[in-house]
């Protein structure tokens, strides 16, 4: 429920956006999705405590019955901890309405119970397209956005509220809401400037410029620019090294840097030593210790 009530204040916001306008935020941003083929195999699937529809494929699909807008995909076999939320509204291109939020919200608490997910992906089934702009700071696990072509406004905002930025090189990243004679309003003035320092944040801003992938990753917004088409795939690559880590300790890294980045440097390390010491008693930190000394691959179980 963390997850939530952090993103309850930003998913008003943007219905209000929707209420003051007649049609539908439209602004076009990509993030990869990839078609993955059926399979009769339903080795390695896994459910939520929330009722969903089971389809057979290379994922479990898990198309959320409180909108057909958005929808959770769980990688199989050992790729099962990491889980996939797709934007699905190819008629207007993602454009935001009261159902996708609705979706949205639903779909973020939902991977934020489920103690078996270890990294979030946010992906788009309809290609280059993406539109979002809810706040993902509430959920424990890495998060991480996969950028084909444009990520404007609300897309790049959805962008700078995951942990990590994936991109290719054809990608056109920006905020240009002072051209609407509005501000970036779901979290874009706050997370740009921790990204690329304030000054830069201020250019982009004020002036709504659009920034390629390779000047992206020049500048600190994204960790990886890739060549175009191929951004999933080095998105995916990276949630696998994750999803192979003890579940709880990058949950507690995660929480060590986001909570020790807000204040000085003596504070951050009371937040460090806090979230290590949660860990000195967990089983996967004997199993870690064990499998070392068995020079052997470890199995971890988030307990």
């Not at 494929?57 to 057909?68: D, G, P």
């Not at 609300?154 to 509005?182: V, W």
Request: contains cysteine; neutral net charge.
């Amino acid at each position: 429920m963390g997850a939530l009530r952090v993103l309850g204040g930003k998913l008003i916001n943007l219905r209000t956006q929707l209420h003051h306008s007649p049609q539908n935020i439209s602004i076009p941003a990509a993030l990869l999705c990839r078609t993955f083929p059926t399979s009769n195999s339903s080795k390695g699937l896994r459910s939520f405590s929330h009722p969903w529809r089971y389809t057979h494929c290379r994922t479990l699909i898990l198309e959320s019955l409180f909108s057909e807008s958005v929808r959770l995909h769980r990688l199989s076999d050992s790729d099962s901890g990491i889980v996939e939320v797709h934007l699905a509204r190819p008629e207007v291109k993602n454009a935001i309405d009261k159902d996708m939020l609705r979706g949205l919200r639903h779909a973020f608490e939902s991977v934020d119970s489920d103690p078996s997910a270890n990294v979030m992906m946010i992906c788009s089934s309809v290609p280059k397209v993406f539109c979002a702009g809810a706040d993902l700071k509430g959920l424990c696990i890495p998060t991480i956005s996969v950028i084909e072509g444009a990520a404007f406004g609300g897309g790049l905002e959805m962008a700078l509220a995951c942990d990590l930025r994936i991109c290719g090189e054809d990608a056109k990243l920006s905020l240009p809401e002072t051209g609407l004679a509005i501000i970036p309003g779901a979290g874009g003035t706050a997370r740009l400037p921790r990204l690329v320092g304030k000054s830069i944040a201020k250019e982009l801003i004020f002036t709504g410029r659009k920034v390629s992938g390779r000047d992206a990753l020049s500048i600190g917004l994204v960790n990886y620019c890739v060549p175009a088409g191929e951004a999933y795939a080095k998105a995916l690559e990276i949630a696998q090294e994750i999803n192979q880590k003890g579940p709880l300790a990058v949950k507690m890294a995660k929480k060590a840097i986001d909570e020790g980045h807000e204040g000085d440097l003596e504070s951050a390390m009371e937040v460090e030593d806090e979230c290590y010491k949660e860990l000195l008693d967990t089983k996967d930190r004997l199993e870690g210790l064990t499998a070392f000394a068995e020079k052997r691959k470890p199995r971890y179980r988030g307990e």
